[in-house]
């Protein structure tokens, strides 16, 4: 006698074919980024490692003179070994940010699944080849600084490509709500790179490294043998990817959609599109005022992702591990403010709009955050989300719904060709503010914290200012379309 066929199958077969395929899309780009990210969380757990506090662990068992860091690895072992751990920091950040612009272009003329499955095989390569400086005992600075270079210029590969493959499959219409959700494979990486470094730190953090190198390999294998880059590969319908407008105003969603669809007849080979260029990409509207606004809020976002646990430790007397818990609020409070966003945006239409808002109040919750967020432990939890919420809410939807608006954007009149190279473009330039963000804040810091957040502060006004002509834009077509509506 034959079993019924398994609940879940009878789901999947339940499903519109279109429906199974959106799925598994994001289902597979959700795991590709949250491994690149899990890939990059063990520099920051092994560090205490590589400079530990070596009078807790007992007596100098070489005894030789050096009896205060005989434990640390060498080179690391110096009293500059917070510079040399900012200089491994800084390598893989410029490099991610200068290998970003070139990354997109590379993306729009490759098939993006080669691109992206070969970039996460090279990302776990780099990443094992740091752990295992451990096994094959290198003390050399220069090796750790170039596997760090090397690493950074590979794992531009993922963003683009993973953005590009959702932006193929949907359309606008709840874009921001998808994406500001599928968003928090941001975090949830962050969070499995945590507790997989944390296995093996103590005893072969070399481990630390190889086994998320072992894991970005197997998602990027993965992802070559089942993603599919374009609905019309698999004879799915594309998604409408934004409306056509007229003298009166945006048509309706019934209206024709950028791409013409022949439901009666069979599908032709259209003709290729050709990649866009740089410049190109730069004239798309939007493109560099939404550049220059992430730059500023990935500067405030980094910031915090560096710094914030040593702040706790600082301010609020936190043991180590208490604050690097506490501090993974703020974590938290991004991923509902990723989602908060997506679904504001969706609903108003004004994706510039709602990025201003949660600017503008954050500017002042970092502001309270500083004076009185230490004043208890329900006090800072409760600060910590609004403030995670606010400074990544906007991140969040540039970085996702915003990228893939502007990269099937109407001037391009439905070549989707751009979505790679706009994406880069955009989260390349906010990559250099993560890059100045943190550094910024260790020159100032022994200034003193209050002027580490008035950095921040000045940063997010900067932000806000920055989009004020696209909000003045989107606050115009609310304006003509209510008009429209009265019969003015």
């Given at each position: 006698?034959?079993?019924?066929?398994?609940?879940?199958?009878?789901?999947l077969?339940?499903?519109p074919r279109?429906s199974?395929?959106?799925?598994?899309?994001?289902v597979l780009?959700?795991?590709?980024?949250?491994?690149?990210?899990?890939?990059?969380?063990?520099?920051?757990?092994?560090?205490?490692?590589?400079?530990?506090?070596?009078?807790?662990?007992?007596?100098?068992?070489?005894?030789d003179?050096?009896?205060?860091?005989?434990c640390?690895?060498?080179?690391?072992?110096?009293?500059?070994?917070?510079e040399?751990?900012g200089a491994l920091?800084n390598?893989?950040?410029?490099?991610?940010?200068?290998?970003?612009?070139?990354?997109?272009?590379?993306g729009?003329?490759?098939?993006?699944?080669?691109?992206?499955?070969?970039g996460?095989?090279?990302?776990?390569?780099?990443?094992?080849?740091?752990?295992?400086?451990?096994?094959?005992?290198?003390?050399v600075?220069?090796?750790?600084?170039?596997?760090?270079?090397?690493?950074?210029?590979?794992q531009?590969?993922?963003?683009?490509?993973?953005?590009?493959?959702?932006?193929n499959?949907?359309?606008?219409?709840k874009?921001?709500?998808?994406m500001?959700i599928w968003?928090?494979?941001t975090?949830?990486?962050n969070?499995l790179?945590s507790?997989?470094?944390g296995?093996?730190?103590?005893?072969?953090w070399?481990?630390?490294?190889?086994?998320?190198?072992?894991?970005?390999?197997?998602?990027?294998?993965?992802?070559?043998?089942?993603?599919?880059?374009?609905?019309e590969?698999v004879?799915?319908?594309?998604?409408?990817?934004?409306?056509?407008t007229?003298?009166?105003?945006?048509?309706?969603?019934?209206?024709?959609?950028s791409?013409d669809h022949?439901?009666?007849?069979p599908?032709?080979?259209?003709?290729?599109p050709?990649?866009?260029?740089?410049?190109g990409?730069?004239?798309i509207?939007?493109?560099?005022?939404?550049?220059?606004?992430?730059?500023f809020?990935?500067?405030?976002?980094?910031?915090?992702l560096y710094?914030?646990?040593?702040?706790?430790?600082?301010?609020?007397?936190?043991?180590?591990?208490?604050?690097?818990?506490?501090?993974?609020?703020?974590?938290?409070?991004g991923?509902?403010?990723?989602?908060?966003?997506?679904?504001?945006?969706?609903?108003?239409?004004g994706?510039?709009t709602?990025?201003?808002v949660?600017?503008?109040?954050a500017?002042?919750m970092?502001?309270l955050y500083?004076?009185?967020?230490?004043n208890?432990?329900g006090?800072s939890?409760?600060?910590?989300?609004?403030?995670?919420?606010?400074?990544n809410?906007?991140?969040?939807?540039?970085?996702?719904?915003?990228?893939?608006?502007?990269?099937?954007h109407e001037?391009?009149?439905?070549?989707?060709?751009?979505?790679?190279?706009?994406?880069?473009?955009?989260?390349?330039?906010?990559?250099v503010?993560?890059?100045?963000?943190?550094?910024?804040?260790?020159?100032?810091?022994?200034?003193?914290?209050?002027?580490?957040f008035?950095?921040?502060?000045?940063a997010d006004?900067l932000?806000?200012?920055?989009?004020?002509?696209?909000?003045?834009?989107?606050a115009?077509?609310w304006?003509?379309?209510?008009?429209?509506?009265?019969?003015?």
């Open positions: 006698m034959r079993a019924a066929l398994a609940p879940g199958v009878r789901l077969r339940a499903l279109d199974r395929y959106r799925g598994l899309t994001l780009t959700f795991l590709s980024y949250t491994s690149y990210h899990l890939s990059r969380k063990p520099i920051s757990i092994v560090k205490s490692q590589l400079h530990p506090n070596c009078s807790a662990l007992g007596p100098n068992p070489h005894n003179s050096n009896s205060t860091t005989w640390s690895w060498a080179p690391f072992d110096g009293d500059n070994y917070k040399l751990f920091d390598a893989f950040l410029v490099a991610y940010a200068i290998g970003m612009f070139i990354s997109g272009i590379f729009e003329r490759l098939p993006l699944r080669y691109y992206l499955s070969g996460m095989v090279l990302s776990g390569l780099f990443t094992s080849l740091f752990g295992l400086g451990y096994f094959w005992d290198i003390h600075l220069w090796y750790f600084i170039i596997v760090q270079v090397c690493n950074g210029l590979v531009t590969t993922g963003w683009p490509a993973v953005v590009a493959c959702v932006g499959w949907f359309g606008k219409g874009r921001g709500l998808i500001g968003n928090s494979h975090s949830v990486g969070i790179g507790l997989i470094a296995v093996w730190v103590s005893s072969a070399g481990l630390s490294f190889v086994v998320p190198g072992i894991v970005i390999t197997a998602v990027g294998i993965i992802c070559f043998f089942f993603l599919v880059e374009y609905p590969d004879d799915c319908s594309p998604p409408l990817h934004h409306v056509i007229s003298n009166e105003g945006p048509l309706s969603l019934s209206g024709q959609s791409v022949h439901s009666n007849s599908k032709e080979p259209a003709e290729e050709e990649a866009i260029s740089f410049l990409a730069l004239r509207p939007g493109v560099v005022e939404f550049s220059l606004c992430l730059l809020a990935k500067l405030v976002s980094y910031t915090f710094w914030l646990p040593l702040y706790i430790v600082n301010l609020a007397h936190f043991g180590a591990k208490e604050a690097g818990d506490l501090s993974t609020l703020f974590d938290v409070g991923i509902l403010g990723g989602i908060f966003a997506g679904l504001i945006s969706d609903y108003t239409g994706r510039a709602t990025c201003c949660m600017l503008v109040v500017a002042p970092l502001f500083n004076h009185v967020g230490q208890g432990i006090t939890i409760g600060m910590l989300i609004i403030c995670g919420a606010l400074v809410g906007p991140y969040a939807l540039i970085t996702t719904a915003v990228s893939a608006d502007l990269g099937t001037s391009l009149k439905g070549n989707a060709k751009a979505l790679s190279t706009v994406t880069a473009i955009i989260d390349g330039t906010g990559s503010g993560a890059a100045l963000g943190p550094l910024l804040a260790g020159l100032i810091s022994p200034t003193g914290w209050n002027n580490v008035y950095m921040l502060i000045a006004v932000a806000c200012l920055l989009l004020a002509r696209v909000v003045v834009k989107e115009r077509g304006c003509g379309h209510m008009a429209r509506q009265r019969g003015y």
